[in-house]
Each structure stands twice: as C-alpha cells, then as structure tokens.
C-alpha cells in the first residue's frame, strides 16, 4: 500500500465525518415488504425446529423484521443466515463493528439467545460465539440494538476469510426444547476507513452480473477486473469501486429517493447512484446488458431511467460512460428488439460517451456471438470479458478521468 493510501487510511480512521454511515455494509434494512426474504438461507436438523419459508427466512407481517421462531434440541440443529442482495462479500476488516437490531415478543432470557457467527465466500466460518455475550435478558416486547465489535469475532476466525465475508448466522445455541421467537430489525457492518475520491482518484462501476464478473473464471478475468488492474498500473493509489450486483436493472441504480411505479423494483440502497456518489468519484461506467428488457422494461422506459442517472453525475461534476446494452439468446422477437431500440437509443443519447459493448459480442441474429458465450445465452466467458475491457480501455475512460470541482 502507498504512502499516500495509508496516509488517507489513517486520516478516516481517526476522524469521524459527517458521511459516517453511508458506506455501512447493509444486509437487512426493513423495507415495508413481508413473505420471505430473499438475501437468506436457512437449515434445520430435527429433534431442533425452524419456521421457515421454503429455505429463507421468513419476515413479519408488516415487513419491519426478520421473523426468527426456533426450538433447540439435543441432537439437533438449525441456522439462518442472511446476505446483502448480491450474496457479496464484505471486507469484514474495512469495519470495526457488526450492528444487530432485536426484538423479543414475548421476551427472551440471555441464556436462549442463539448463537453467532459469520461466513465467507467459501463457506468457511468463523467460531460461534453466543449474543449472551454482548445481550443481556430481554423483556416482552423489548427492542435493543447490539454493538458488536467485528475484532472479537476475528479473534477466532476459523478458516474464514475476514475480507471476503457473505452472511452472518444466527443458529443453534442452549439446547432447552422450548419454542423461542426473536425478531431482527437491522443487520449491517458499519464503521472502519473508506477512501473516496478526495483521498485517491476513484472509478465507480454501477450494473449487473456482468460487471460483477459473472462468466469469467475468476474476478481478475472481468472486464472489470482487467481495468482494475489497468488503473492500479497506472496509479497504484487509485481505486475501482464496483457496486455492480447481479439481476439489477436500470430501477435498481436509480437515487435513494426515487419513487418508483407499482410493479418496478425500488431503488438498491447501497448499490445505487446515491451509494455511488458518496465516494466522490473521479468517473463512473454504468453496464446494464439485458435486464431490464427480460424483466419488461421497454426501451423508452429504460432510456428515461438512463437520463435520470445521468442527470445525477453531471449535477455532481462526475465523468460518466455508459454502456450499450448486449445481445442475449432471447427467444422472443419482440425482446430481441428492445435489446437493439435501447442500444441505438443510448448510443444517440451519449454520443462518445457510450461504451459499445453491443459490437465486440454480438453474432449476426443480435444473439451472443458463440466464442465468447459463457455456455448460458446471457453472460460471458474470459474472452468476452476481455473485448469489453478494450472498449473501455480505447475509449479513453482512464485517461479521461478527472477529480471533480
């Protein structure tokens, strides 16, 4: 790490800012929708019970929590485990606390409380430490909202990577046979150091699954990956930001206080333009291929979303690329043609600014061309990844980068 980047580094983690907090990693915010939640996974191994729904955990009635009911049995087992969106890693090091919302409905002795730990990319975790140990009995109907220092979990980390952590669990812990209920109200990392363009020049990449890396064979493979490695060549100090998550569409990326019509995805608190802007970027790219189009976005409705985004960066003094979208084995002939109407329409809209991904993949039907095709019709291999790279690269996108007024 440079001079520079530890200098920064040390600056964050002595001084609090006003923006403490934006840049929390989120893995359950209450959102006012009830039924399961799909950023979890759960298992349970009788005489032990678990109310699940199908494998995920299920959410109260009016949406405000995780619903959590168990029994713990000798011989038994069970656990649940919940994840931002994306199922994404967290660099568990970048933060020095684990916050826990609970609340007990019918009050919950200390002795009860399930036991605690987290989880990384591979599965590996670490040691189960029980709330006991931070979170006393707790009263009918009593909300508290536990601290946990992420170091006191690191002190035993198992084979788990702390820089790569996915979920936090919650499993079994007194094994007593009596029904329990706790509800969890808010689950996020918070704290630590996070460096933003007004420390080290910062690109900030906004999509889907294929700027998440989907179809390459490792993250260094991704187009993304390839242009990380192009910047820190050309600036060891400088950072790339990827917020993209798999199956997002333009709705996802748009601001925190967007109100979106009925029947679109709300906003993605965290992975979206405002989460962006918090790290003052020196530019961003935007690479959504095909989602909205498979989910029912017509290309107008796309290209009205693209302007508001747009309208967010200029407002901000940011550089922004945009991506065509890409061609996708769609069998329908009417999505084949949304895909090529909302590429032609963000080519018009950007000009130079636009990224033409179409081109270096696309076959001759708007299908994706066969040698760089992942083998799904819709992401693509090392190769593919690699032709995108060099879109970006020629396009002038790391030269153009520039620290805003």
Known sequence: MSRRRITAALLLLLAATSAAGIFDAVLFRPDGDAGAYPSSWTFVTAPSGLTRSGEQLPRTVSGDALALAWSSAKGGDWGAAVADPGWTGHDATDHTTLVLGLRAPDGLAAAALPVLYLEDLNNAKTAPRPLADWCGDLAPGAARTLEIPLAQLAADPGRADLTRIKTVF???????????????????????????????????????????????????????????AELARRDPDAQVVNLAIG??????LLPDDAVTPEGRPRPSVGHNVTRALAYRPWAAVINLPSNDTASGVPP??????????????????????????????????????WQTQARDALRAEFGDRCLDFWSVVAAADDGVRPEVDSGDGVHLNDAGHAALARVVREAGVLEGMRKPD
């Open 300 to 337: 107008a409705e796309q290209l009205a979303n693209f302007r508001e985004l747009a309208r967010r960066f200029h407002a901000a003094g940011v550089l922004l690329w945009v991506c065509t979208t890409q061609p996708r084995n769609f069998q329908d002939p009417e999505q084949r043609a």
């Open 170 to 228: 919650l499993g079994q812990g007194k094994a007593d046979g009596a029904p329990h209920r706790l509800e969890i109200t808010d689950l996020r990392f918070t704290g630590g150091r996070n460096l933003t363009g007004d420390d080290v020049p910062t690109l900030v990449v906004l999509g889907s699954s294929t700027a998440a890396g989907a179809g390459a064979s490792c993250p260094d493979s991704s187009w993304v990956g390839r242009i990380r």
């Open 247 to 252: 199956g997002y569409t333009t709705y996802h």
